[in-house]
């Protein structure tokens, strides 16, 4: 547990990642992520509970021990500006006992033709790769990436999965936060969602996606409100949720439940203004499990 | 796989450190030339009087013999004074050159010129003058003497440039150490480096270190532009005031990472920044001798490490001293850095 004044940011979190996985915190701002992998990266110390890292606990006498065997990405850590991409490594490099030689660390982030190139002038992706070899020249056993690819355009985004999937392929754990759902399905093999300091679900993003137990999502605006008990209750719909004026049904026969909704609609004399319906996705188990958008915060 | 030997922490933080100053532009100029111009405009303001005049004090000269020969030279101004007065306006720098007329026992008169080796007028003077009286042949008056008088620090300039000096080291070391940590600390940077296992006193030292790589081009950027346009000399051991340098710098290391060890934000730090080096500004003499102050407050003035450093360079520069005379300042100054230095470590926030 870890309280900020008044504030309890994490609490009754109980959680295991084993050696060569990729675990995904996934949650919306403020769901208390960043506290969490804080606490294991030992840069916060917890109130209450207690966490062990490759058998080892925060404060033991182990911590330089620690430090040498793990990786850290920050959010948003901004490396001096002045200095190279290659000063900015091979200062990094040097903290460390063992580990990657500078140059091969460089390409393997795709770096190599901005090696000599002030960190102050890198794009936002390349800052984020620049950061991920910053932690990967520890040639660490385990990865900390706190939401590695937040404001970054796609392209970028799918070279820092490239990377992490190259990690993991090596043999290397890794312990992601996101706030995007497409990250934690693509990159996790297991997913804890995370709500205001809590674990609320935690299983592999299949399993989580399954447990809806809908085999498609709906999602409409109307003219006017309709009753949710009356679109719950259609045939072939599992639930029904609205927020911010649109409705989400969870559909587990979508060739039942698209008529049945038509005609409620059309009974009800209300127009409708846009429909949509797509297979169903993390984001839809975080609004299952808590009424929200995970982008809503 | 892993490197065989990469190098140490300490020298790459270091390294780093160093060449984030040099390519910060503003900061060069804050460090190198800022404190040039100031020596160059205060110096030129408190100039007793224009270069081009050699201003020379005649001491009894009954015949008006060696008055005339003197005023015969274009670039002298020649002033009868009574002897006291002479000495006077000389110690005040208000004369270059005093000659002192003698009459001999038997007519054989003839001057010793009193001047100050130090001062570059002075130098200059004295040619002017051995060449209106010894130049044509036969020689006009014997110049019997020449008394070397060294009044240090005599001048404003003199007193002026170990001070810019002082300044410079305090001023450099604080803001330009505060501001990097507390930089360093916003953009999250201390935070990553806590999350390695980086030695965190290695990172504090890397600051005193770099400091160190500059301190050599700062110091010298001062005292060479004073010594070649105002004839500011080192009068004692190029090598004490190196000492008193790099243990000033040192102090000045300390107290920037003690103030920089908490303030979370730029504002913050140079609010602190100001309230700690204003108050030295003002009293430890850089501008203007601390001993304006009322007497009472000497013991108190001289405990700031400021004063300490100028007091030192002061020493050395002007008045020629050796190591033991800079002894108790170096102490101050030692004292000052080493326990900045260890609550710094002991209070540094990394988050």
Known sequence: MKRFGEVTAVAHLDLE???????????????????????????????????????????????????????????????????????????????????????????????????HARVGKLSGGQKQRLALACALVAQPEILFLDEPTTGLDPQARLQIWGLVERFRSEGGTVLLTTHYMEEAARLADRVAIMDHGRIIALDTPAHLVASLGAEQIVEFEAAGPLPLERLAALPGVRAATRRNGTSTLEVAAIGEALPALLAELQRFGVGIESLRTHQPTLEDVFIRLTGRALRDG | MGEASPSHPLLELTRARVLEFVREREAVFWVFVFPVLLALALGVAFRVRPVEKLRVGVVGDEGGQVTAALRAAADLEVVLLPDGEAEQQRRAGKLDLTVLCQ?????????????????????????????????????????????????????????????????????????????????????????????????????????????????????????????????????????????????????????????????????????????????????????????????????????????????????????????????????????????????????????
């Open chain 2, 103 to 351: 009459r001999g026992e038997g007519g054989e008169g003839g001057v010793r010129l009193r001047l100050d080796p130090t001062r570059p007028e002075s130098r200059t003077a004295r040619l002017a003058v051995r060449e209106a009286l010894g130049g044509s042949t036969p020689t006009l008056v014997p110049i019997l003497a020449e008394e070397r008088v060294t009044a240090p620090g005599s001048r404003y300039i003199d007193f002026l440039v170990p001070g810019l000096v002082g300044l410079n080291l305090m001023g450099s070391g604080m803001w330009g150490i505060g501001f990097s940590v507390v930089v360093a600390r916003t953009r999250k940077l201390l935070k990553r480096l806590a999350a390695t296992p980086m030695r965190r006193s290695h990172y504090l030292l890397s600051f005193a270190l770099s400091r160190l790589a500059f301190l050599v081009l700062e110091v010298a950027a001062v005292v060479g532009f004073g010594w070649v346009v105002f004839g500011v000399g080192v009068e004692g051991p190029l090598a004490v005031l190196a000492l008193v340098c790099l243990v000033g710098a040192l102090c000045f290391a300390g107290l920037g990472l003690l103030v920089a060890a908490r303030p979370r934000s730029i504002e913050a730090v140079s609010g602190w920044l100001n309230l700690v080096m204003l108050p030295m500004w003002l009293l430890s003499g850089t501008f203007f001798s601390y001993e304006r102050f009322p007497a009472v407050t000497h013991g108190a003035i001289r405990a700031l490490p400021l004063t300490a450093l100028n007091d030192a360079l002061r020493a050395v520069m002007n008045r020629g001293v050796g190591l033991t005379a800079t002894l108790p300042q170096l102490a101050v100054l030692g004292l000052w850095g080493i326990a900045s230095f260890v609550v710094a470590v002991r209070i540094f926030r990394w988050q």
């Open chain 1, 17 to 115: 990642v084993q050696r060569g996985e990729c675990f995904a915190l996934l949650g919306p701002n403020g769901a208390g992520k960043t506290t969490t992998v804080e606490i294991l990266e030992g840069l916060q110390r917890q109130d209450a509970g207690s966490a062990e890292l490759l058998g080892h606990r925060w404060g033991e006498g182990h911590d330089l021990e620690l430090r040498q065997r793990i990786g850290v990405q920050l959010q948003d850590t901004q490396l001096g500006e002045r200095l190279t991409v290659f000063e900015t490594v091979r200062l990094f490099r040097s903290f460390y006992a063992r580990g990657r030689e500078v140059n091969e660390t460089i390409a393997l982030v795709g770096l190599t033709e901005k090696r």
